[in-house]
């Protein structure tokens, strides 16, 4: 897969960006996947971290796994890349979102407590993307 339109980071952050695949049809995937809607391999990948979204859908989650913040306000955010949707599930920085708010990426250190669950902290990544609304 060649990262035709991926970045590194916005502003010279040192973060992954937030990866979504592209197909040859032209459709998009986050997370990534190996074979896209259309059947083909990726052919490329988009940051999403540098795009804004909409607000779909929002859950709260009082009743979270170890480390993870409690409440946990989670949404369903679609983005449009020059035409083209993608949705994606993550965090949200307030409890306050509503159906149809615009969301940007913002990155994450650490999603979880890396120390309250059961697997070793080398064993996956702990950092990630909140969704915070856009001003």
Not at 49 to 63: K, M
Request: with cysteine.
């Amino acid at each position: 897969m060649n990262s035709d339109d991926a970045s590194g980071g916005a502003d010279g952050e040192d973060r992954p960006p937030m990866t979504a695949a592209r197909y040859e049809d032209g459709s998009l995937t986050c997370p990534p996947h190996p074979v896209g809607p259309d059947g083909s391999e990726p052919v490329g990948e988009v940051d999403l971290s540098t795009h804004e979204a909409d607000v779909v859908t929002w859950t709260t989650s009082h009743a979270t796994p170890p480390g993870v913040r409690e409440p946990n306000t989670l949404a369903i955010v679609e983005f449009d890349v020059d035409g083209t949707p993608v949705r994606a599930l993550g965090q949200c920085t307030t409890d306050e979102v509503t159906v149809g708010d615009t969301v940007e990426p913002v990155y994450v250190p650490e999603l979880r407590d890396p120390d309250a669950g059961i697997r070793e902290r080398e064993s996956q990544r702990w950092d990630g993307y909140r969704f915070r609304p856009v001003e």
